[in-house]
């Protein structure tokens, strides 16, 4: 039997590993190009924002973009953007970043938790449905590891009673939902570029929107005047042009550096699926792990893969779900779970404590109660959960080798990894495992 790394053993995956974010000659150029040449603090659609922000807009194929400071700002500008209200709910889901959530708490939206699907780890539009009230006025969804949610089932359901649907797409760039990009079919589609990101700027985001009134409303609660007074050409906005929105702009060289990954996007986005489906077809006949079933992965549809997610089953091994990403780790991959208290167990979210006073909870005649058992599916993956991080944007087949090669040494050292885990006392790693290699 070979040692794992965890117990002192080699590591099963080659240091050689892609890097990410990947900062090109090109980029450099770009770079220096920008910081030499151009004013640092674009206020418009000018300059290496404007371009960023038209190729974004048309690489998706919608009519307006604009380019932000993360993806939190982004997601923010489209739940104002989409006429949230204080006091207004919105369906968001339990299992996310909880920027998904804090947009809708920062416009005074009520976050009114809905669901998820096991296959797609995204909202599932029966909870939703289950949910919807004459207080809903926007729907976020979150594709989340870059999979994309049930969007025709969700666009219906926002269509039917008038209300907006946000794409958080944060995770998601390069993936593709029945023929569309993802954050084509929402009202609005909010990217993160932050430096993890299939798409990056380092830091930065992005929103992109077809309906002009929508993305002017946006646009007029986060940036600068003298943008708005050139751009914004609907009077309701244009009578409250002033310096009182958030200061939400990116910087150049955040457009510089994403400006250029836009041509390399899909081609990284396919490697990611080359990778992921090897990698996933050589560990399926695992007892301790259940594969997602990516149900719409079609030649239509793609994830776009910015983390793989697995589902650890547990008591099928002697250790529990964290020490087995530790081992993973240990063996030189990043494995890890991704949330472990579903947002609406969280104390905030219980106590109503956000802003301070109750607010927005307080707007409400009869404020949610959020409880265990409201979205049991969520409840459970956040227990089961992890997902390996490591960015297989290229050809890596002996990465991929020693991943799998990585999770066989684990499953077969499993009684030895939780014996040494119960020692309360240091022991002699060497001497325990001798004879292994
Ligand atoms: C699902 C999701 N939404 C929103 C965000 C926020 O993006 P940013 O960090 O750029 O503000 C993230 C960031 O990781 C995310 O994963």
């Known amino acids: 039997m070979q040692r794992p790394a965890i117990l002192g053993g080699p590591r099963s995956v080659p240091d050689a590993k892609p890097v990410w974010p990947k900062i090109d000659a090109a980029t450099l150029q770009e770079i220096e190009r920008v910081l030499t040449t151009e004013p640092l603090c674009p206020v418009g659609n000018t300059g290496i924002q404007g371009e960023f922000e038209n190729r974004f807009a048309a690489f998706h194929g919608r009519n307006f973009a604009l ?3 993360g993806g939190t700002a982004a997601l923010m500008l489209s739940v104002h953007g989409s006429g949230v209200q204080p006091g207004d709910e919105v369906i968001v889901s339990p299992f996310t970043w909880g920027a998904s959530i804090s947009c809708a708490l920062q416009c005074g939206g009520i976050p009114i938790f809905a ?6 780890f995204a909202l599932d539009p029966d909870a939703v449905r289950a949910v919807i009230s004459e207080r809903t006025r926007a729907i976020v969804v979150v594709h989340l590891f870059g999979g994309p949610a049930n969007l025709n089932a969700l666009r219906g359901i926002a269509d039917e009673h008038g209300i907006a649907l946000i794409e958080d797409c944060a ?5 593709w939902y029945d023929g569309q990009r993802l954050g084509t079919i929402g009202d609005f589609g909010a990217f993160s570029l932050q430096a993890s990101k299939n798409l990056t700027g380092g830091e930065g985001g992005i929103l992109i929107c077809d309906d002009r009134e929508m993305f002017e409303r946006a646009m007029s609660m986060g940036t600068h005047p003298q943008r708005l007074f050139a751009e914004l050409t609907l009077p309701e ?12 702009r990116m910087h150049t060289t955040s457009a510089a550096i994403a400006k250029g990954q836009l041509d390399h996007l899909d081609q990284w986005t ?7 489906a090897k990698l996933y077809d050589a560990v399926k006949n695992f007892d301790f792990l259940e594969i997602p079933e990516i149900p719409n992965q079609t030649s239509t549809s793609k994830h776009a893969f910015y983390h793989m997610p697995f589902i650890y089953r547990p008591g099928v091994l002697p250790i529990d779900r964290d020490l087995f990403c530790r081992a993973l780790s240990a ?3 990043t494995a890890e779970p991704y949330v472990r208290i579903p947002f ?3 104390p905030r979210i219980q106590n109503h404590d956000y802003f301070g006073r109750g607010y927005p909870w307080s707007l409400a005649d009869s404020p949610p109660r959020y409880q265990r058992g409201d979205c049991p599916v969520a409840e459970e993956i956040c227990e089961v959960e992890f997902q390996i991080k490591d960015p297989l944007h290229e050809e890596c087949s002996d990465v991929v080798a020693g991943m799998v090669e990585a999770f066989r040494k684990i ?11 119960s020692e309360v006392v240091e022991f002699d790693l060497a001497e325990r495992t001798k004879g292994w290699d």
């Open 237 to 248: 906005f244009q009578q409250r042009i002033d310096s009182l929105a958030f200061n939400y």
């Open 411 to 421: 499953e077969n050292a499993a009684e030895a990894i939780a014996a040494a885990a």
């Open 67 to 69: 380019a932000t400071n």
């Open 270 to 276: 396919d490697m990611r699926n080359d990778n992921a």
């Open 115 to 120: 669901d998820i699907q096991r296959s797609t």
């Open 331 to 333: 063996e030189g991959m």
């Open 171 to 175: 995770q998601a760039a390069g993936g």
């Open 344 to 346: 609406h167990l969280r």
